[in-house]
């Protein structure tokens, strides 16, 4: 059993998985046509982000990164509630969530 | 142990991220992105950060997808027309995403300096100090001015919220929109 707690995971993994989750968001990004999933994506892209941070934190033993990561999330928490706010405010105004259809400003 | 659970979770994450693309109802890309949240929250404590991790399951898996859920039921957000992005998205985005994916996954795989995850690890070199003894000391004496600046910046992003979502009476043709409908 102590051998299985031994047993340790090489870092670049964890920061292959932030990549990943970051182009999952990127991709969720361009692909999805409901403006709260596209700022579902946003969010996607923040997480795997602070991933790295966290990761690189434990690589350099530099506790920054984790209060990075710490500050990203408040301004996360403030960027959603003003986000969705605007949200509530453009379906108040077109009566439609899609993308395609809020080109007010398209030439 | 570690291994197990790194790549259970890692598996978790990349799974929610996944269903969040194809799923087509926004509250199912809702409920799985509380699942990559979660998952993440587990791989900070594989890594050493608690604080994170509690921060992760209370701010991003607790109050930011509430209001999420809240916003896609208040909106009663139906399912989304299928589409896979303008053509601009698919000529340069997708392949861009694809190089920046390959050119970050090559240098990470060819970087020789990084260490390896254990469980034991902490970022202090101070024995019997914990991890968010150092963090809270960090942030509470050299970072403090962003700390309370952080404060301001979300009592404005209150305000903009309240301000933003408000029904304004006041407006003639606000209100004459509203009574047309």
């Not at chain 2, 799974?15 to 929250?41: F, K, R």
Request: neutral net charge; hydrophobic residues 60%.
């Amino acid at each position: 059993m102590s051998s299985y707690f031994a047993q340790e995971v090489p870092l670049s993994w964890y920061l292959l998985l932030s990549a990943a989750l970051f182009s999952l968001g990127v991709v969720g990004f361009l692909i999805k046509r409901n403006l709260i999933t596209v700022f579902m994506s946003i969010e996607l892209m923040l997480n795997g982000v602070n991933l790295s941070f966290v990761t690189f934190a434990q690589q350099w033993h530099a506790v920054k990164g984790q209060i990075f990561v710490f500050f990203v999330m408040m301004v996360a928490a403030a960027e959603a509630a003003v986000g969705l706010a605007i949200i509530i405010a453009v379906f108040r105004a077109r009566a439609t969530l899609a993308v395609d259809r809020i080109d007010l400003m398209k030439l | 142990m570690h291994l197990i659970l790194f790549l259970v979770f890692a598996g978790f994450c990349l799974g929610g991220a996944i269903n969040l693309l194809i799923q087509s109802h926004p509250i199912n890309s809702a409920l799985s992105l509380i699942v990559v949240m979660v998952s993440l929250a587990v791989l900070y404590l594989l890594l050493g950060a608690e604080f994170l991790a509690a921060a992760q399951v209370i701010v991003y898996a607790g109050a930011i997808m509430v209001l999420f859920t809240f916003v896609v039921m208040l909106l009663n957000a139906g399912r989304e027309a299928r589409t896979m992005g303008s053509r601009a998205a698919r000529s340069i985005g997708f392949p861009a995403v694809v190089a920046i994916l390959a050119v970050i996954a090559t240098v990470i795989l060819h970087a020789q300096s990084l260490g390896v995850a254990r469980l034991s690890d902490g970022l202090t070199n101070v024995p019997g100090q914990t991890n968010i003894e150092l963090l809270s000391t960090v942030l509470f004496t050299k970072l403090l001015l962003p700390f309370e600046v952080t404060s301001v910046l979300i009592l404005i992003a209150i305000l903009g919220a309240v301000a933003l979502a408000r029904h304004d009476d006041t407006d003639p043709q606000g209100s004459a929109e509203r009574t047309d409908k």
